[in-house]
């Protein structure tokens, strides 16, 4: 693991601990009581996604790489991105991170019969392809469980401290990813980044905004007209299955595939699905903008 990748861990621990200090055990509890968003959630993510991904993959006129890199994003759902998102826009980060820790668990085992389709689809092969068990479940309860419980746990004995120290920690979070991926997106690949050139940019990006919008309708459609859930949890549905988990992408194309343009329908989607959710999380909850505007600012949120 190079420096770059260890310092993204970092962050993401420190925007999860960020976002638990604006929950409490309740927002936990309350997810598993009405589960019905949270079965959504994972039906979205587990079988929806997977299957826009190889309805625009098998079309696409795409280099067979960059085909196998949007089934490998698809498999990738939620993560914490869509979790600080979610915060950022008040809506229902329990949910998000309730079906964050739960995808990373299935991911064990969905991953690697979703990318062997894939392979058998585009490449007439498969791969011998088990993700590293101790080192997932590890990562998840260092980046995820540990901070976000050790958050909530600082807003239920310091709940002062815990309002005063959360603009902050939002402009210092954004910044820090905003550096971090613009050294993954222009780096070379000795340093850690990916090596992608503007005309690959220019061939991805198409389908990615087409996968994306058609992942933010799915979710909207599915949270609104099926199963009518409040606004919040619409945001949430949207927002989880619009973000995808590009770090995870970025391990199975590059380490356990070991194809570098694999990743690079990842990186391609990650550079605009942050402003995508936003607008969604916007559109469907107008009232949000001024609330999202006074808290990045230090404002008390009424």
């Known amino acids: 693991m190079n420096a770059i990748d ?12 960020s976002v638990g200090m604006s929950l409490n055990w309740k927002d936990f509890t309350d997810t598993f009581a009405r589960p019905k968003a949270y079965l959504g959630g994972l039906f979205l993510q587990l079988l929806v996604l997977p299957a826009f991904a190889f309805l625009i993959a098998t079309y696409a006129p795409l280099p067979l790489a960059f085909k196998m890199g949007i089934i490998v994003l698809a498999t990738c759902p939620g993560g ?30 969905s991953i690697p019969f979703i990318v062997n389709l894939g392979l058998q689809h585009f490449y007439g092969t498969s791969a011998d392809m088990v993700l590293p068990v101790g080192a997932t479940i590890r990562q998840i309860f260092t980046v995820i469980i540990v901070p976000v419980f050790l958050g909530v746990a600082i807003r239920r004995y310091f709940p002062g401290f815990a309002d005063r120290i959360q603009s902050p920690l939002k402009w210092i979070t954004l910044i820090f990813l905003a550096i971090l991926f613009i050294i993954k997106f222009l780096a070379g690949e000795e340093s850690g980044g990916t090596g992608i050139t503007m005309a690959e940019i220019k061939q991805i990006i198409p389908y990615s905004i087409l996968g994306n919008t058609l992942n933010l309708l799915a979710g909207f459609s599915l949270a609104y007209f099926v199963l009518k859930l409040p606004k919040g949890d619409q945001v949430t549905l949207g927002v989880e299955v619009g973000i995808q988990n590009t770090s995870l992408a970025f391990l199975i194309g590059g380490t356990l595939l070991g194809n570098e343009d694999i990743l690079k329908p990842a990186l391609v989607y990650a550079s605009f699905t942050f402003f995508t959710a936003i607008i969604y999380g916007l559109l469907v909850k107008p009232g949000e903008k001024r609330k999202l505007l006074a808290l990045l600012s230090g404002k008390k949120v009424e």
Not at 6 to 17: E, K, N, P, R, S
């Open 6 to 17: 260890l310092l993204i861990g970092g962050i993401l621990a420190f925007i999860m601990l």
């Open 80 to 109: 914490t991105t869509s979790n600080f998102v979610t915060y950022l826009l008040n809506a229902n980060a329990a949910l998000s991170i309730c079906l964050t820790v739960t995808n990373s668990f299935i991911a064990l085992f």
